[in-house]
Structures are given as structure tokens and as C-alpha cells.
């Protein structure tokens, strides 16, 4: 059978193939179209959008639209970019359009096939998001494409961190939005907590383009994004129980590495509770008894800290920080920290101050947030040995989209070492010798600590180099740009998401911008500019003589796409190129996944210090090791969906309640509903249906009534009427409720009502979905222990989550209902109308404004007519900050009603015997009041 499939793939060639030719009618009408528009003026180019428009008002589709718009943006990037499509990268944006990922090989020119898909979809006005792996190429190409869509008459917004919400807000407004995707998720989490819709900056979800989307859909999808608030400060604890874990011995303890987890043997546990009770942790003579519970947490936690997670591979100490180092990229994540106290666990270790511990506020993994967007694609180029997990979770099919020019990269077979000390001294052999021939070599390392010592190596060896890693982020551009120079020797953590392309010869762009920033436009300028191009295109030559770019990798990473990311910097555009990795026992990947008898049996042959072995038997055994870690991984996401799945389903009716809320004109009916529903409820509680009255439990009703409703009702002597029954009982308690909830209403404006309406409701509900949430957490990390009473953990999770949603949902109707109850409304009374000063009154002579030496002035520190932030005005000079300070404690006394946007209704605010506001100490009819 698999010969036949041999055989027809040969005649008819892939379904990929097939796909990609079926492509090709639309790709001969764009280019038919090209004479047409490139006859166009600017100014006729650039109306084409309005055109565009109006024929989608008009009902036309926008696949209709296709070949023209690809046309106009085809000609529109010759004229503003210099740059013009090729056929295959009007291929790839056909696939984006269609809400498919183009797998493009590096070089290709990804950044621009994005501007095709991007354009025909911001046509209808909802929006485009182009999601990228990092701030600089979210700004990079958000500049650097946004001259196109700008010219084309479209609106370019870009999402990076510390933008107040007036700037998100306008940059999501806009027609094509880039961002990264942590931003993009943390910008829905924030909306879904504000209090008004004005407040909200999203819009409703249109079109995403995820550029690297195998980095972002996949890689980081392992890590559910969280908001979180800080919770009691526990230092103290985490120290003590880190000096403790410091003392254990290696047989204390047992590492499972593929897990990252670490178990404690029985001398471990023993060693465990003596060191404990002498610190004065442990409640007890066990040290799993219930009370030691948060105990053995933070133990587990510092163990793994200590034991598993290593400095420069996993994280890095900078500016007295832990920082986490994303496995995948090698890339700091500011900001993010690991949850659960590991983080806190692993700033004990470091010696550094120690973040108080987070309680989640809201969280969203990356499956379901991409999962919002109506269409979604993406582009990388590495997506084919993922295409089942794209197809599983996000229905998305993977499409390669074949070379502009041939690839004449050769790869060659890895070259296995019995130790790391054999490999090192291979690999600098082969630098060293690459370089003096002048081929540029891009040495590709998993940590950084690798990094450092390769280097270290190639540093006592005389050979020149530059280090690419999370230590020196901010250069990441300029060292990728110019790997490509005449013998360069460039070490990388990892090369997945680095946006600049590595070009032979170096890159003209950035060694202007590196050699010339200093000189001024001119002539100078222009003839130095002019020898930088000749010299790079001479370098350029040279390269590829000297064999074009020579890939090294170090080592196997646990994915093949990483490899394969790797691989593909070299041989971009047709050039000449080389790959080749180099490997050893000591590998992690062997260490840990390999098949260490047939490993050792091969490698252990004869085989002489210092020699490698190349063997299809290992290449096929590290293949092996790569698809069991690409498995497991998969695993664990598909696992952390399903879970998430469950909360995602709560989730959104939370969010749907909130913006239901918001929307409202009124919410009086959601109120009024929940009154009645915490009525049936206590009866329904102390009076079950089915029951009779002296079986009632009426004293403990009237507590909860009191409690509850806060009324005081006879029920004694309703239970002695006949016929009385608990349907009766709701009815008569609904009316006693309503009765008094409309006596508090009366002389509190609807407006203000309305608003305090719901602002309880929305109080209540985000205080019992954080402690939704937080329990959720808990069963999620216990439930797996169902397993040994034969039952499945995931149904179990489902079954007590669905439980704990109704749970919470009753306890924020008696929440908004004992709230209401209790509140205690009053409005202020109107103050006394005294007589304005003369130059307050209007019969001749300037307005107050104008008087200089009594004009209006705004204190430090308030708006001005704002309902969050109302103005407070002072008469005369402006404060002194201690002024201020005292101002705020005086106007405190008279409450919001004090605050005014008029000098009037300001002096007729302060009573005439209280201290005045601007702090003076005096009384207001002797200070600012004194000619009132």
C-alpha cells in the first residue's frame, strides 16, 4: 500500500501540490491585471480603496474583490516600498485570506505576503489584527507596512506595553492593529474587568494574522495567560523552606526531568520533617497531615526551584530579577512569572526580593483567545510536522507554499561524539576552519548557557565572534543582520521569531543606520551610502563562494521545527548554504528521551576519543526522541484545553453577563429577579418542599431573613395560619422586600440608581469569579487523584465545576440582594445660596476668567469635570503641595456633592463656618469666603 501511495504521489503529486496549482487561475488574473494598475496615477492607486468600499456596501464579497486588490497592493509596494510580490507570495496570501497557514521557507519574505490578506481584509472597517512574537516587530513592521497601508488610504494602529487606555483604544480603532499576543489576550482579560463600555478598548473580533504561529499557537499555548492581584506576603516562609531544601542530599530526593518534578524519597520525607519541626514549620509528628498542607506546597516548590530549574537556561538574574527565559525563543519575558509560588520559589534560591504570591483575577489560554477571532490564520516557516494539532484545535489547514528559486542549501547527516568535550572540540574545528575560508557560520545553542560556554571555547581559541542571546536582547537585530558577513561567526540561543533575515554579504540597511547615524543628508552621506552597497554586494559574492551560509546546530532540540528553524536561515533565495549538527550522549534530548541501549551500543564500538560516528540507525533513534517529546507536549496542551475548556464555557457567560449589564438601560429586572430567586432559596433552605410547617425550621429562617433581606417578619404567626405553604411564604417576603427596596428609591435620582445598580452588580460578580476561579485552581491540581477510585479526572472536573458555577451564581444573587438591603442612601442637602462677590457678578467689567489676580486654578492632582476625578477649585494663587494635601483632607469632609465646575456653585458649597478648602486653617467666611 505504501508503495502505491509512492507511486501516485509521483504521478499526481501531493494534496499539497494539488492545492497550490488550483491556485494558479487567480494568480495569471492578478498578474493580467498588472499593466492596468501600474498605468494608474498615485492619486487613482490610492482611491481604489474607496472603490473597494463602496463595492462591498453594495453587497459585493470579498472574494470578488481578490485579484484587484492583490493587484493594487502589488503595485502600491513596488512604488512606496520598492519591493514587488512574487507569484508564490501571492499564493500565500490567498492561503491567509482564506483562514489557512502558509508554511513559507525563511526568506521568503513573510512580513510582506502579510500585506495582501491584511489589506482585502480591512476593507470592511472591522478590523485587522496582525499578531506578532515580540514589541520590536510588532513596531518594526507596524512602521515598515504601515507606510503601505497608510498610502493606501487605511488607518495603521500598533499595541506595545505602557499605552493608557486612550491609546489602545485608538490603535484598535484602527483599520489594521499589530500587537504581540500576550497584549492582545491581557487587553481582552483587562476589558472584561472594567466597569462601563467607554471604558473597554477592543472592538468586536474580526480577522487575526499570526505571524510564527507555530511559536505562538503552539509553543507558548503550554502557558495559559493570567491577571493576577497580589495575596499576604509570605517571604519569610519561602527562605526558611528554601535553607531547608538547600541541606537535602541527592538521596533525599528523586528528579523526573521529562516532568520537571522532583519526589521525595523516604529518607527524603524523614530528613524532610525533622528540619521542618526544628525550624518550627511543621504542625504535627507527619508531614502529610492536613495542617502541614501549604507547607509541603511550598517544600515541592523550592525543590523544584533548586533541583530542576537552572540559571541561564530556564531564567536569568537581571537587575535583581528573575527573569524567564521562553525555552522556545530564548527570549526574556519581562513580566511574566511563573505561578503556583515557583517563582517565589526561585527568587529564594537567588537571594533576590522575594514578589508576594498572585491569586489569578482572570485568566484565558492562548487556544481559546485565538479561538474568539471568526477567522484566523497564520504564516510560518514551520508548520508541517504540527499540522494535526493545527487541524485539531484551531481547524486550521497547513499549506507549504513552494521557493521563489530552488533551495540549494545541502544538509548534512549529524555527526555524533561519545562526550560533550569531543563534540566542543569538533565543533570549534569546524569554526575555526569555516571562518578562515571566509564562510560565515551561525552556531545554533539551547540555552544560553551552552552559548556561554561555546563561546568561552572560541574565545581561547583566537576565533572572533559575536553572541546572540537573552543577555543581549536589544542588539538581537543588528548581530542577526550582519551574520551573513565574510567569515562572521554568530552564536544563537535559538533563531524561531528573530524577523530580520540573514542576509550574505551583511545588510545595507542596518550598517547604514550602525556606520552613518551621525552624519548629516548630503552628499557625504550619499557617496558613502554608495560604497557601503558596493561593498556588500562585492561581500556578497565572496560568500557565496566561499559556500554561503553554514548552519550549525550544537544540539537537537525537543522539536523539529526548532531544528528545522535553524536550518532554514541559510539557503534564502536560492543562495549557496550548508547545515549540518553535532551531537553527543551527554545531549538532553539522548540523556533524557533517547534509546540509551542502542545509543551506548553504537557509539561504545570501537569507537576512539575524539572520532564521530554518522549512522542512519542514530539519525532515526533521535527522530524517535524528538517525536515522543513532540507528543508529550501535545499532551499537555491538549490537556490544559480541555480543562480550560470548561472554565472557558463559564467564562464566557460571566463576560456575557457583565457586557449585558453595561449595555443596559436599566437593570432593574436582573435585580428584582435575583430578590426572588434569594427569597425561593432560604425558603426552599429552612422550608423543603414536600414538608410540613412544624417540620419548618422557622427560627433559623428568620436569622437568614434578617441577614439576607435585612427584615424582621412574624413568621410565627404565618406558619399558624391554615393553609399556609412555602410558595405563600415567597410571595408574602417578595412583597416586604420590594416594599422597602422602593422606599429607598424614592428622592435618588433614576440616573444614580440605575448606576449604583449596577456597579453591586458588577461588584459581585467579579469578587465571586476570582473565588470561582481560585477553586477551580484547587480541583484542577487535586482531581487527578480521582484517578484511583477508577474514575475519570476530567468528567469529575466537569461535573464539580458545573457545581461550583451554579454555587457561585447564587451566592452573587444574595450578594447584590444583601447589598441592596443594607445600603443606606441619602442625598445631600442643598446648601444656603449666599450673596457672590463683586467681581463674581456680571453687570459690567470682565468675567472671572479674566480677572488676573483672581483667576481660577485646578488643584494638583484632580480633574476637571470629570465623573471619576471631579475638579475642586481654589480662588487666588495656587497651592503649595502641602496646601494641596490639606485641601483634600478638608473637601473630604463634604463629600463628591462639594466638587463643581463653576465658581458659583462652589462658594455656595463650603459652609460659611467651616475651614476653608485651600488649607489655610481659617474659616472659610474669613479666608476664600470673605466677600461672600
Request: hydrophobic residues 40%; contains cysteine; aromatic residues 8%.
Amino acid at each position: 500500500m505504501l508503495g502505491l501511495n509512492k507511486v501516485a504521489k509521483a504521478i499526481f503529486g501531493s494534496s499539497n501540490d494539488r492545492y497550490v496549482k488550483s491556485l494558479q487561475p487567480l494568480i495569471r488574473q492578478i498578474n493580467a491585471l498588472e499593466p492596468k494598475y501600474e498605468a494608474l496615477s498615485d492619486s487613482e492607486l490610492q482611491d481604489q480603496t474607496r472603490l473597494f468600499r463602496e463595492r462591498l456596501a453594495n453587497g459585493e464579497k470579498l472574494d470578488a474583490l481578490l485579484p484587484e486588490a492583490f493587484a493594487t497592493v502589488r503595485e502600491a509596494s513596488k512604488r512606496v516600498l520598492g519591493m514587488r510580490h512574487f507569484d508564490v507570495q501571492l499564493i500565500g496570501g490567498i492561503v491567509l485570506h482564506r483562514g489557512e497557514i502558509a508554511e513559507m521557507r525563511t526568506g521568503e519574505g513573510k512580513t510582506l505576503v502579510a500585506t495582501l490578506a491584511t489589506y482585502l481584509n480591512a476593507l470592511p472597517g472591522k478590523g485587522v489584527h496582525v499578531v506578532t512574537v515580540n514589541d520590536y516587530l510588532a513596531s518594526r513592521d507596524a512602521e515598515w507596512m504601515g507606510q503601505l497601508y497608510r498610502w493606501l488610504g487605511l488607518t495603521v494602529g500598533v499595541i506595545v506595553p505602557n499605552l493608557h487606555d486612550i491609546q489602545r483604544r485608538d490603535a484598535y480603532a484602527a483599520d489594521i492593529t499589530y500587537g504581540t499576543n500576550n497584549e492582545f489576550g491581557f487587553d481582552y482579560l483587562r476589558d472584561n474587568m472594567k466597569y462601563e463600555r467607554s471604558q473597554m478598548v477592543q472592538r468586536a473580533f474580526n480577522h487575526a494574522i499570526v505571524d510564527e504561529v507555530d511559536s505562538i499557537l503552539i509553543d507558548e499555548a503550554r502557558t495559559p495567560l493570567i491577571i493576577s492581584g497580589p495575596t499576604d506576603d509570605k517571604s519569610e516562609l519561602y527562605i526558611l523552606v528554601d535553607r531547608i531544601v538547600k541541606t537535602f542530599q541527592p538521596d533525599h530526593y528523586e528528579r523526573d526531568e521529562k516532568a520537571k518534578s522532583v519526589i521525595l524519597t523516604e529518607d527524603g520525607t524523614e530528613f524532610a520533617e525533622r528540619a521542618l519541626e526544628t525550624a518550627g514549620l511543621l504542625e504535627g509528628a507527619n508531614l502529610y497531615d492536613f495542617e502541614n498542607t501549604q507547607v509541603v506546597h511550598h517544600l515541592n516548590q523550592a525543590l523544584r526551584a533548586n533541583m530542576m530549574f537552572r540559571r541561564d537556561t530556564d531564567y536569568i538574574v537581571r537587575d535583581g530579577k528573575v527573569v524567564i527565559i521562553d525555552e522556545f525563543t530564548g527570549r526574556m519575558m519581562e513580566g511574566r512569572r511563573w505561578s503556583d509560588g515557583l517563582h517565589q520559589a526561585v527568587e529564594a534560591k537567588e537571594g533576590v526580593d522575594i514578589q508576594p504570591e498572585n491569586q489569578t483575577l482572570a485568566s484565558i489560554t492562548f487556544q481559546n483567545y485565538f479561538r474568539l477571532y471568526p477567522k484566523l490564520s497564520g504564516m510560518t516557516g514551520t508548520a508541517s510536522t504540527e499540522a494535526g494539532e493545527f487541524f485539531d484545535i484551531y481547524k486550521l489547514n497547513v499549506v507549504e507554499i513552494p521557493t521563489n528559486l530552488p533551495v540549494q542549501r545541502k544538509d548534512d547527516q549529524d555527526q555524533f561524539y561519545k562526550n560533550e568535550a569531543d563534540k566542543f572540540a569538533a565543533i570549534v574545528k569546524a569554526i575555526g576552519a569555516a571562518a578562515a575560508n571566509g564562510q560565515p557560520v551561525l552556531v545554533g545553542t539551547v540555552s544560553i548557557e551552552k552559548s556561554e560556554a561555546l563561546s568561552n571555547f572560541l574565545t581561547r581559541e583566537g576565533v572572533k565572534h559575536s553572541v546572540l542571546n537573552a543577555r543581549y536582547h536589544e542588539q538581537e537585530a543588528h548581530i542577526v543582520a550582519q551574520a551573513g558577513r565574510l567569515g562572521a561567526v554568530t552564536i544563537a540561543t535559538n533563531m524561531a521569531g528573530r524577523g530580520t533575515d540573514i542576509q550574505l554579504g551583511g545588510n545595507v540597511e542596518f550598517r547604514i543606520e550602525d556606520e552613518l547615524s551621525g552624519v548629516p543628508e548630503g552628499p557625504e552621506r550619499d557617496r558613502r551610502i554608495a560604497a557601503i552597497r558596493a561593498e556588500v554586494q562585492a561581500e556578497r559574492e565572496k560568500v557565496r563562494e566561499a559556500g554561503g551560509l553554514f548552519v550549525l546546530g550544537t544540539e537537537r532540540h525537543e522539536s523539529r521545527r526548532i531544528d528545522n528553524q535553524l536550518r532554514g536561515r541559510s539557503g534564502r533565495q536560492g543562495d549557496p548554504g550548508l547545515s549540518r549538527f553535532y551531537l553527543s550522549l551527554d545531549d538532553d534530548l539522548l540523556r533524557i528521551f533517547g534509546q540509551q541501549n542502542l545509543l551506548h551500543r553504537v557509539m561504545h564500538s570501537g569507537l576512539e576519543d575524539g572520532e564521530a560516528i554518522v549512522h542512519p540507525w542514530i539519525s532515526k533513534a533521535i527522530e524517535t526522541a524528538q517525536k515522543k517529546v513532540e507528543a508529550r507536549n501535545y499532551d499537555i496542551r491538549k490537556q490544559l484545553l480541555q480543562y480550560d475548556d470548561v472554565m472557558n464555557d463559564q467564562r464566557k457567560v460571566v463576560y456575557e453577563q457583565r457586557a449585558d449589564v453595561m449595555d443596559a438601560e436599566k437593570v432593574s429586572d436582573i435585580v428584582v429577579e435575583f430578590r426572588r430567586d434569594t427569597v425561593e432559596d432560604i425558603v426552599e433552605r429552612f422550608a423543603p418542599p414536600g414538608t410540613y410547617p412544624e417540620q419548618w425550621d422557622i427560627e433559623g429562617m428568620g436569622m437568614e431573613i434578617a441577614t439576607t433581606l435585612n427584615l424582621e417578619v412574624p413568621l410565627a404567626d404565618w406558619v399558624k395560619e391554615e393553609a399556609v405553604d412555602q410558595e405563600i411564604f415567597v410571595d408574602r417576603l417578595v412583597a416586604l422586600v420590594d416594599e422597602k427596596m422602593d422606599g429607598k428609591q424614592k428622592g435618588i435620582p433614576e440616573e444614580n440608581w440605575v448606576q449604583m445598580e449596577k456597579n453591586f452588580l458588577l461588584q459581585s460578580l467579579d469578587h465571586h469569579w476570582k473565588e470561582h476561579l481560585a477553586t477551580l485552581d484547587a480541583l484542577r491540581q487535586v482531581v487527578h487523584l480521582r484517578a484511583y477510585a477508577q474514575k475519570q479526572p476530567l468528567n469529575e472536573y466537569k461535573a464539580e465545576a458545573f457545581q461550583l458555577f451554579e454555587r457561585m451564581l447564587r451566592l452573587v444573587r444574595e450578594d447584590v440582594t444583601r447589598m441592596l438591603a443594607f445600603a443606606e442612601f441619602r442625598m445631600p442637602e442643598p446648601m444656603p445660596m449666599p450673596d457672590l462677590p463683586d467681581f463674581l457678578k456680571l453687570e459690567g467689567g470682565p468675567l472671572p476668567s479674566e480677572q488676573p489676580e483672581n483667576r481660577i486654578q485646578p488643584l494638583p492632582g484632580f480633574g476637571i469635570g470629570t465623573p471619576a476625578a471631579p475638579g475642586i477649585f481654589a480662588m487666588g494663587d495656587p497651592l503649595s503641595p502641602d496646601e494641596v494635601e490639606s485641601a483634600r483632607a478638608v473637601a473630604g469632609q463634604f463629600g463628591p456633592d462639594f466638587v463643581a465646575e463653576d465658581p458659583e456653585t462652589w462658594q455656595r458649597s463650603v459652609p460659611r463656618n467651616a475651614q476653608c478648602p485651600c488649607g489655610s486653617g481659617s474659616r472659610f467666611k474669613h479666608c476664600h469666603g470673605l466677600n461672600g
